[in-house]
């Protein structure tokens, strides 16, 4: 009976951690959404919740109704040009990467060739090197292939990622060998034999892989503000950045374009979050 009781018990303890630990995260979600929906009367107010749920601010914020002072919005048709670029950008992104690693992984883990082993340590050792450190080269690179405030300049940079190569190689690693002979022996190239047989059984690792390389896109910042200057071409979080400028004041529009902004990533992990966790979960870490 005692072996009975600790278990429920350490189940609650479990439970009540991890609600807390929930809560704590969502808190600042919470308030976002909170403040969002305020008037001008209740920013005024250290209140936590709004005397009334202002949900307009969301329409409204993201379209620029109001005229911010000193001037005129700097982009007419709202966010949806720049949540059209960051889309597109994080798309194209994702499924180059994906593709590229994919291809780089299984090549590095079922492919024999002279060399193999020194070129996945030197993929290793990109992962040392900090994103600040390759920035100045990569401008100038980017400034002398003339893709300066392009799309491209977003794209080409973060293709392919050494995390995603060392991902889908540990995963083909634990792909049986018999499977591939088997396709080698009924006729298949090397091609075929990937397309068909090996990549449809790596999609945990895919939608991992995925889901990374689209948040890390869609929230890229940075180097976003350094390669592009037309509004027309602003990602979301530069885009950001320029509405915080003019509604400086207004809180609870930049609240609601925020929380606008988080919800696609929201919504994919939502979508994805078994494949995500299986991914995570059976990807071998084995050499």
């Known amino acids: 009976m005692i072996a009975r009781g600790r278990l429920p018990l350490g189940r609650l303890v479990l439970h009540l951690t991890l609600l807390a630990g929930a809560a704590a995260m969502l808190l600042p979600f919470l ?10 009367a209740d920013l005024s107010r250290p209140a936590l919740l709004p005397t009334k749920w202002h949900w307009e601010n969301f329409p409204r914020g993201w379209m620029y109704t109001d005229r911010p002072q000193g001037g005129v919005p700097w982009h007419r048709r709202g966010m ?3 949540l059209l670029v960051s889309a597109g950008v994080a798309v194209a992104t994702t499924g180059l990467t994906v593709l590229l690693s994919a291809m780089g992984g299984f090549a590095l883990a079922k492919l024999r060739f002279r060399g193999s082993s020194w070129w996945f340590a030197a993929i290793l050792a990109t992962l040392m090197v900090p994103g600040q450190v390759t920035m100045v080269p990569n401008f100038v690179t980017i400034a002398r292939l003339g893709l300066y405030d392009s799309l491209a300049a977003l794209v080409l940079p973060a293709l392919p990622l050494a995390f995603g190569i060392f991902l889908m190689r540990q995963f083909f690693l634990d792909l049986p060998d018999s499977l591939l002979e088997a396709a080698r022996l ?3 190239g090397p091609w075929r034999t990937f397309f068909r047989i090996a990549l449809p059984q790596c999609r945990p690792a895919m939608v991992t892989l995925a ?9 890229s910042f940075l180097w976003p503000l350094i390669v592009l200057d037309s509004p027309d071409k602003f990602t979301l979080p530069v885009a950001l950045l320029r509405f915080s400028e003019q509604y400086v004041t207004k809180e609870n529009y930049l609240m609601a374009v925020s929380a606008l ?15 995500f966790m299986t991914g995570v979960t059976t990807t071998g870490l084995k050499e």
């Open 261 to 275: 902004t988080l919800l696609p990533i929201v919504l994919l992990f939502l979508c994805f979050q078994r494949a």
């Open 186 to 188: 009924d006729g298949a």
């Open 80 to 82: 949806t040009p720049s």
């Open 31 to 40: 308030f976002m959404v909170a403040t969002a929906c305020k008037d001008e």
């Open 211 to 219: 889901i990374f390389t689209f948040m890390g896109s869609w929230n």
